[in-house]
């Protein structure tokens, strides 16, 4: 179970930061202390071995999803977009906080973005019921706006969260400070604020299906 955890974990800093083609199982090996043959014998290929650190955050993703159902179970006019976004939200800094929770969304950021099959076939199966989730409540407030107006103000959203999640060093670097004590506190107050306005400038010229509650 040890030399599994290190494999995954070692897994998962190699594709975060080469992608799914970039990384090497070799190089992963040596980093997990094991053998190649070892690694083959856990996991059998690259695929498999990606789709098993995904895997291993499931419950974020699963979680992720629960969240958005649970804003949007008391159908329109029960929930703002505001609410939507910090449900959102609150799962991606909470895995940020993590030891190894940067390091996967980071790989997130990879793999979306990865023009391999193998690795688009991970995605679609892995990490697409949030999104789907998500795309679902947008058009619940604003259902004249189409499935392609919806999914591209969910891209908008996932985009610019993961980007901020994994980029708050350089961020600090570039505001010239140290990491404020109560900066989590007020990046996700900003961040909210932010992906509102962007949901509401990409789908606010379709009429919401109801008045949208004071934000």
Request: aromatic share 8%.
């Amino acid at each position: 179970m040890q030399r599994k955890s290190a494999i995954l974990l070692a897994a998962n800093h190699h594709f975060a930061h080469h992608g799914f083609r970039g990384a090497s199982l070799r190089d992963i090996a040596r980093d997990a202390g094991v053998s190649l043959t070892l690694l083959n014998h856990h996991f059998g290929s690259k695929f498999q071995l990606l789709s098993a650190v995904i895997d291993h955050h499931r419950p974020m993703l699963d979680e992720r999803t629960s969240a958005v159902q649970a804003v949007v179970q008391g159908g329109p006019g029960t929930f703002t977009i505001r609410q939507l976004v910090q449900a959102w939200i609150r799962i991606g800094f909470e895995t940020a906080a993590l030891p190894d929770g940067e390091m996967f969304l980071r790989l997130v950021v990879r793999v979306i973005d990865d023009p391999s099959e193998e690795a688009a076939e991970v995605v679609r199966d892995k990490l697409d019921d949030a999104a789907l989730a998500l795309i679902d409540a947008l058009q619940q407030c604003y259902p004249n706006a189409t499935r392609y107006a919806a999914a591209s103000a969910y891209l908008y959203v996932s985009s610019a969260s993961l980007k901020f999640l994994i980029g708050s060093k350089r961020l600090f670097r570039l505001a010239q400070v140290g990491a404020p004590h109560d900066a989590n506190a007020e990046d996700r107050e900003r961040l909210t604020t932010f992906l509102v306005a962007g949901i509401e400038a990409t789908l606010g010229a379709q009429a919401p299906a109801y008045p949208l509650a004071a934000q």
